[in-house]
Nanobody, 128 residues
Framework: VQLQASGGGLVQAGDSLRLSCAAS????????MGWFRQAPGKEREFVGS????????NYADSVQSRFTISRDKTKNTVYLQMNSLKPEDTAVYFC??????????????????????WGQGTQVTVSS
């Protein structure tokens, strides 16, 4: 089981980026997926999550209205569209998946320990 995150880079404040997270198995089509980020010297924090059905989405207050999470089940891929980026968005971004068959696996959550599988992270750097 692998989650492959990509799309990070160096951008200026106000720019946009789209991160992708590709799952290696079709079983992840119905599980909730999440995005987290970790800045240097800080704990990993919740960014957003999406229901297994792709409809319900939750966001951290800090990214609400700027970031959008979506999923394409035909490609086993989840996306994080990031607009109006700020220097404080600089971090390594991780995608995560809940474990298929676990309790509430389809339900999006901000709880880090509810996610079983993690991608390797992709660096996003926003310059001022």
């Amino acid at each position: 089981v692998q989650l492959q995150a990509s799309g990070g880079g160096l951008v200026q404040a106000g720019d946009s980026l789209r991160l992708s997270c590709a799952a290696s198995e079709r079983t992840f089509r119905s599980v909730a997926m999440g995005w987290f980020r970790q800045a240097p010297g800080k704990e990993r924090e919740f960014v957003g999550s999406i229901h297994g059905n792709g409809v319900q989405r939750n966001y951290a207050d800090s990214v609400q209205s700027r970031f959008t999470i979506s999923r394409d089940k035909t490609k086993n891929t989840v996306y994080l569209q990031m607009n109006s980026l700020k220097p404080e968005d600089t971090a390594v971004y991780f995608c995560a998946a809940r474990g298929p068959g676990t309790s509430g696996y389809y339900y999006p959550t901000s709880a880090l320990d509810s996610y079983t599988y993690w991608g390797q992270g992709t660096q996003v750097t926003v310059s001022s």
